[in-house]
């Protein structure tokens, strides 16, 4: 993870490039229909781009980029629940993954802890939609939102690892120097 403490303008177009794609995926997400039939379940790409930003830049931009995609996400859907859900589930994966990116790595890879935080994210938004419905039998949907935390967790996990091995360090870095240690 990057330790820098000012925001260069190179690092502002790149959480700008990421915010912008994270909303894309997060609104064009919202128009394909649930997973396996279930409400609500879908495979998570856009948090593709907050993981990014933390494993490139550190947790601040992380959440930056989540609190861009969720509260613009939502004013364009005309949700404000989905904000709720968005946006709890998104900051407690995004702990966990800071969390163990922090500590837990390389010992637990990028796999793990993206399904990890999914999981997590999915278990979240569940509890979530039991305190708002008052139905704690709606408790019974975890293990399908497990299971497709598990899935979305792989696949952004996939598509992350690609894009860290693909994309020339300099999009994201003015020097060499400037990279953080064991990412790629």
Known sequence: MQSQRRFTGRRVAVL???AAL???VHTLEALL???????GAKLGLANLFSMLALV??????AFLILIARTLLGAAIAGNASSLLFS??????ALALSAVLIRFALPRV??????????????AVQVAVY?????????????????LVGVLSGAAVA??????????????FYKTCHDTPGGVT
Do not use: M, Q
Request: hydrophobic fraction near 55%.
């Open 16 to 18: 700008g490039v990421l």
């Open 22 to 24: 994270s909303l894309a």
């Open 33 to 39: 229909p649930p997973l396996f039939g279930i409400p």
């Open 56 to 61: 490139l830049y550190g947790p601040l931009d």
């Open 87 to 92: 946006l709890s589930g998104g900051a407690c």
């Open 109 to 122: 890879s990028y796999l793990a802890i993206n399904i990890a935080a999914a999981v997590l994210h999915n």
């Open 130 to 146: 039991v305190w708002e419905t008052g139905t704690p039998a709606n408790f019974v949907l975890l293990p399908y939102f497990a």
């Open 158 to 171: 996939a598509v992350g690892i690609l894009i860290l091995k693909r994309v020339p360090e300099r999009i």
